[in-house]
């Protein structure tokens, strides 16, 4: 079956890089998303990923994809403290648009 | 551009009422989306619409759930009877894709149903 899962929770000084990690256990997952929520509000799409790449870098944000250990990782760059919210990573696969989704890594960015 | 938005944003009920969560799509959006949030746990999809047709409803937990997009514009989702397990985050999010390639669904901000 599909299974998401990281870290509950990950604690960084501002100015600090982030590193939220993230494992699945589909292999046919084609594409795989990165979430965030921040309080009270909805879910903010912030990048995705295609299975057939390993990396893709968006500004502060950088995607890794080890597709053979099924690891995917989001790095933050210089971390700040609007960054503090819950990511969640997501997947879904060909057939199923449905998203199947990790259960969040709240990150805290102290001053 | 108006977001995905969500009726009530709270809701606080007792075991074995019923509640109706709306959800208003992006205009133009085909696609609608129910996920929910339980205890802080791992957000779980509930069931797709294509305009007013289920495409999957696998999510579903059981038949007291109901979901309906008449006309294909805004969904509700009923419960009834309400359970105490049912507490959670429910929230909506559409989507325009109509074939192939990666689906980005916009989140609504959720709607917090408590079940005493």
């Known amino acids: 079956g599909e299974d998401v899962e990281q870290s509950l929770f990950l604690s960084v000084r501002e100015g600090d890089s982030s590193v939220i990690n993230c494992t699945y256990t589909?292999?046919?997952?084609?594409?795989l998303y990165w979430y965030k929520q921040e309080p009270g509000a909805g879910l903010q799409l912030l990048t995705y990923?295609?299975?057939?790449?390993d990396m893709k870098q968006d500004q502060r944000l950088t995607v890794l994809l080890n597709k053979k250990d099924k690891h995917l990782s989001l790095r933050i760059a210089d971390t700040q403290t609007g960054d503090s919210a819950i990511y969640f990573c997501a997947e879904t696969h060909t057939g199923r648009r449905a998203l199947t989704f990790g259960s969040g890594t709240r990150l805290q960015v102290q001053p | 551009e108006a977001g995905v938005t969500q009726f009530p944003s709270h809701s606080v009920i007792e075991k074995g009422q019923t509640v109706t969560l709306r959800c208003d799509p992006i205009s133009g959006h085909d696609n609608l989306y129910w996920y929910r949030r339980v205890m802080g746990k791992e957000i779980k999809f509930l069931l797709h619409?294509?305009?007013?047709?289920?495409?999957?409803e696998s999510g579903m937990p059981n038949n007291r759930f109901l979901a309906e997009r008449t006309g294909g514009t805004y969904s509700t989702l009923k419960v009834q009877p309400a359970e105490l397990e049912d507490s959670g985050v429910y929230f909506c999010?559409?989507?325009?894709?109509?074939?192939?390639?990666?689906?980005?669904?916009?989140f609504g901000p959720g709607t917090r149903l408590t079940v005493l």
């Open positions: 589909d292999s046919s997952s084609t594409y």
């Open positions: 999010a559409s989507s325009p894709l109509k074939g192939g390639g990666t689906d980005t669904q916009y």
């Open positions: 990923i295609f299975s057939n790449m």
């Open positions: 619409f294509v305009k007013e047709s289920k495409q999957d």
